[in-house]
């Protein structure tokens, strides 16, 4: 069963059941004010006929004798039936209507009648009529010295009740009815924006196509917002899929070069060059080199994964200075005819992992080695500021055009797809960008053409509140 199709059930079962509580609430609330009109017109008909009694001169000896005087009665046409008992339940007058019959239940209801109450009651004829019954004391100088009963048939209200019934009945059928198919309508429109979703999503599964977005009717609604959030979430795929495409694809360039320059030098040493000690040895050289390359870049490819999957860093209190001052001996080492410098340097502790900042600031090292040319220089810094903790890698490099600034991070990106990058594997500035993020921080980047770039680190330091310097 479809959801509009369950949806329109329940709203009419719900409205079933409260059509059921609300008529059976109206039918008895009815019946309740029409018993009690019925019953306040028998009270003063008992009160008319005890009056009657108690205006005779010797109400004793009327009702001892049976004359007690009865209201004027139309045998035929009168609603009312008039029984005069005494308190042995002996009946001393009964109304011509009756025709010599007595109202039912007369001892039952006369035994235990109390001297100042009365008491109602229905009874049935052996015809199946009803009849409401009033039982009333007739009083004399506060003694009890009678009973009255009047009774009146029930017909008419049991007529009044059958057409609220149908009423009620036909009422609630046609609520139904329109409900039902109300609710379906209702329903078919508020699911529309679902089926669109569906259609939508399914042709994407068709058509592998991602830049697709479905439609959104009402922006403020549940609806609309799943549909914005299923649209942010095609989004979000479409660009992961493409940036799967492009890492691909940039894989393949990557190794091709290495492998070709293997299988080249391969090829070298089985045409005689294993023969040659100098070519050998340059063949193997870059074998070698080549085959560390593709070490390294498996290796961050590895990371990279691993980052993407949820690696957790081991945290613990690291001393920013000590670890520059590490990074600073490597970078004079790896560097030949670059100048390699020490600037401004504070004191700093950050809650970091220790390996991955020292790999951190060796990829803002490396990558700055690889675009200086010799006799550049490159400056390494650490400031404290307003509870931050800024490193900042400064180089006088070729510099990075302002319209790949905002790319540089991303994996195997190129600002150059003319140039090559000896000796690197594309990810560090990746690599580097997602362990400042994993340490609360992140990378700024100041580069001009021609006069070089700086790479700042923003990491927050230990124990620091906003606003301490």
Do not use: C
């Amino acid at each position: 069963m479809s959801i509009r199709n369950r949806l329109t059930l329940w709203y009419t079962s719900l409205l079933a059941v409260s059509l059921i509580i609300i008529g059976a609430l109206v039918y008895s609330v009815v019946g309740s004010i029409l018993i009690s009109v019925i019953d306040d017109r028998l009270s003063s008909q008992a009160q008319e006929v005890s009056s009657l009694i108690q205006a005779e001169n010797d109400p004793f000896s009327v009702m001892a004798l049976g004359r007690a005087r009865l209201p004027s009665i139309d045998i035929f046409g009168s609603q009312y039936y008039i029984q005069i008992l005494q308190l042995d339940g002996r009946a001393v007058q009964l109304s011509e209507n009756l025709q010599g019959q007595r109202l039912p239940l007369a001892e039952a209801l006369t035994s235990d009648l109390a001297a100042d109450e009365a008491r109602y009651a229905t009874a049935v004829l052996e015809s199946g009529v009803r009849l409401r019954v009033i039982s009333a004391p007739i009083l004399l100088a506060g003694r009890t010295i009678g009973i009255v009963q009047v009774a009146a048939s029930l017909s008419d209200m049991d007529d009044s009740l059958a057409g609220v019934r149908r009423a009620l009945l036909v009422g609630s059928l046609i609520a139904l009815l329109l409900a039902a198919i109300g609710g379906n309508i209702l329903a078919r429109a508020a699911l529309r924006p679902i089926k669109a979703i569906t259609e939508t999503t399914q042709h994407i599964t068709d058509t592998q196509d991602l830049s697709q977005r479905i439609p959104v009717a009402v922006p403020t609604d549940e609806l609309g917002q799943l549909t914005e959030t299923i649209n942010d979430m095609l989004g979000r795929l479409d660009s992961l899929f493409q940036a799967q495409q492009r890492l691909v694809a940039d894989v393949s360039h990557e190794l091709r070069t290495p492998l070709t320059t293997i299988q080249g030098n391969l090829d070298l040493l089985r045409r005689g060059a294993v023969d040659d000690r100098a070519m050998r040895d340059d063949a193997l050289r870059a074998i070698s080199d080549e085959t560390a390359r593709m070490r390294r870049m498996i290796s961050d490819l590895l990371l990279l994964a691993q980052a993407d999957a949820g690696l957790q860093l081991y945290l613990q209190p690291v001393e920013v200075d000590t670890l520059l001052l590490d990074v600073y001996r490597q970078a004079q080492m790896m560097a030949k005819d670059v100048t390699v410098r020490l600037g401004a340097e504070d004191q700093a502790i950050v809650e970091g992992d220790t390996d991955r900042l020292r790999q951190l600031l060796l990829n803002l090292v490396v990558n700055a080695l690889k675009y200086t040319p010799a006799g550049g220089e490159i400056t390494l810094t650490l400031q404290r500021n307003n509870g931050r903790v800024r490193v900042a890698v400064a180089d006088t490099g070729v510099g990075i055009p302002a319209e790949d600034l905002p790319h540089i991070f991303e994996r195997f990106y190129r600002a150059d797809r003319s140039r090559t990058r000896p000796g690197g594997s594309g990810l560090g500035l990746s690599i580097a960008q997602w362990i400042a993020q994993a340490h609360g921080g992140d990378i700024e980047v100041e580069s001009r053409i021609g006069q070089g770039s700086t790479f700042t680190v923003n990491l927050p330091e230990a124990g620091a509140t906003e606003g301490d310097v």
